[in-house]
């Protein structure tokens, strides 16, 4: 299998397992990005860890290898999803500890601890002793065993922190604790939707942006229809109008509308800007990643900028700093075909209709009349059994795709709909060809990354 596939502007393991990004931060002059890792086996099994990845710029990285180990009681079956915040000259690290005890027990109702422990680094590198925070006595009494994934911020001279839960009658729920110094916590809210949506909110984030409250979480459960809500589990934001804590939610919007994009998170960058990292994967899918075979699987998006157009659409978009890696651009007429290496950029101003063929095997779609954006494979061995996504856009002004050598991500009408997948083509050189529209394209320079690992 092609080793090309290695990645030149995604976060990948050199090898094993990755899932969700945690723990993203900027602290001490450095970008933190911490992910679920499981160095043992590209298949996921193993030890449930946390890598760790730091970078000056978001250009140049150092895998620094496992950040965290689940080597306590209160983790021992796993080191699961969380977040970091600065408190001065530390930074304070959450996570779930994951406990399943042995027997016959179905891990929802019984039979699973779902702990938030806490450690401090000031490196992110040589941590300190792990420190139990809440337990399941802390948590409501309609929850089930599945509470998990604290995301920590610092606020007016406090700390507050939102977890993902499942109630017992299978309804997911933001659970919401405060605390005067990060160690100490007492839960301030619950927060769910006006009518039950989905059984289980993982990997909640909540942030403000242009004066604007957002919850973020990852829903289980939701029924799949035609135009929404396609992929095995979804990941999305409400509008939070009010307080978190006291506050209506308004109407959800997905993220991602691609084949691969899950539990993504955010920080504030040292400049102001609200940065997004997403896992390009999904768990429990029905297509493959042919990596495994090689053994590594899955990656990060890039991160990406949120910001308001003026109206209610929070859009998406590559982060400023990658700019530095474009090349020098060369055009593509509409109706022509080309043959381009592997990482490039194409860039395009559409007036109506248009198409992007990829490899032969991959086709992103705008019907104007339509309203209507699609993305599908045709080959089944470049897409790795994936099939077709749709989204609904009344209007697409503008197209951005960065193509690395196993990932896509298209940034549709500014950055209002996005659509990222894996791909696995057979060479490193790929045809491209456009209908209804001239490309602007340009090639990518890869990242630096220096494997630091112990």
Known sequence: MP???RQ?????PPRGWMNDPNGLCWFQGRYHVFFQYGPDDAGGRGQKCWGHYESPDLLRWQFDGVALRPDTAEDRDGVYSGSA???????RLFYTGNVKYPGDYDYISAGREGNVLSVSTRDGRTMGAKQLLLTNRDYPGNCSCHVRDPKVWREDGGWKMVLGARSRDDQGRVLVYHSPDGIHWH?????????????MWECPDFFRLDGRSVLSVSPQGLPHEHLRFQNVYQSGWFPVEGTLERGRLGSFAEWDMGFDFYAPQT?????????????MGLPDCPYENPTAALGWQHCLTVPRELFFDGGERLCQRPARELDALLGEERSLSAGQETA?????QAEAAPEGDFSLTLAGGLTLRWDSGAGLCSLTFTDQTLGGGRTVRLANLARCRSLRLLADTSSLEFYLDGGAAVFSTRFYPGDRTVSLRAEGTDLRLRPITPMEVTNCEA
């Open 3 to 5: 080793e090309f596939w």
């Open 8 to 12: 030149s502007i995604h976060l990948e």
């Open 85 to 91: 915040a600065a408190d001065g000259d530390v930074l």
């Open 340 to 344: 381009i290496s592997l990482p490039f």
């Open 187 to 199: 839960r301030a809210a619950v927060v769910c939707g006006q009518q039950p949506f989905g059984y």
């Open 267 to 279: 920080f504030e960058a040292p400049d102001g800007r609200r940065l997004m990292i997403g896992w």
